[in-house]
């Protein structure tokens, strides 16, 4: 064998010694590393049970008194642009559009045209120019704005369920309103509106329930709460 061969000979030798280190393919590394971050996960939720650190589901209930500011306005038929809220619903209707679009198991009552950013009664005391910072538009002029308000661009259709009654948006707070608007089906809503004497009806019947939840082969407490339900849904007053 020649010193060529010798040199190469011993690469080889060397190299079938120090066998190469496999590597996992990226989406391999990715999986392993999710099923890891979820087991440390797993590891954490149960430790937070056993230290009473996470609380449980319950009802909470929260006194809302609201002093609204109007500004003076025409009446709402007397607005020289009521008619084209009209063409709006109108063209809807002809579009098939003329339903809730929330749409879920919540949804009661006929559907209605909802001023999704100003309302009429507010628009005198809104700034345009704030507007067309916010949502990307231009008015040429007052006109153009006065318009906007009742386009299709201000507007959209709820029933009466999630406008103005139970799980309405005129009764809800607005950080509320928005995870009923995006709630999970089969899940409670956020938060519902109820009137003096459904408050006064669940009074009388509230029961205590007390929550507890398995870890390993034993029960943890998580808390206890008194809980109700409301079973009746009435239209804002």
């Not at 590393?33 to 440390?40: D, F, H, L, P, Y």
């Amino acid at each position: 064998m020649g010193w060529l061969g010798k040199i190469f000979g011993k690469e080889k030798k060397r190299a079938a010694a120090s066998p190469k280190k496999a590597h996992a393919h990226p989406k391999a590394e990715k999986a392993v590393s999710t099923v890891k971050r979820k087991v440390s996960e797993a590891h954490e939720h149960a430790s937070d049970l056993k230290t009473g650190i996470v609380t449980a589901a319950h009802q909470q209930a929260l006194t809302l008194h609201m002093l609204t500011h109007i500004p003076s306005h025409h009446p709402r038929e007397d607005d020289p642009h009521y008619h084209l809220f009209e063409q709006a619903k109108a063209r809807l209707k002809r579009q098939g559009l003329w339903k809730c679009i929330i749409d879920d198991d919540l949804c009661e009552g006929q559907p209605e045209l909802h001023h999704t950013h100003v309302e009429f009664s507010q628009i005198n005391q809104v700034d345009p120019k704030v507007i067309e910072k916010h949502l990307g538009l231009h008015f040429e002029t007052d006109e153009d704005f006065q318009e906007w308000v009742e386009s299709p661009g201000n507007l959209e259709v709820l029933c009466e369920n999630h406008h103005r009654a139970h799980y309405g948006i005129h009764v809800i707070p607005g950080p509320l309103w928005e995870a009923v608007r995006y709630r999970k089906k089969g899940t409670e809503a956020a938060a519902e509106f109820l009137s003096n004497d459904e408050v006064e009806a669940m009074a009388k019947k509230e029961t205590k329930v007390e929550t507890t939840v398995q870890v390993g082969d034993k029960k943890v407490k998580l808390e206890t709460k008194t809980e109700t339900k409301a079973t009746v849904r009435k239209k804002a007053d």
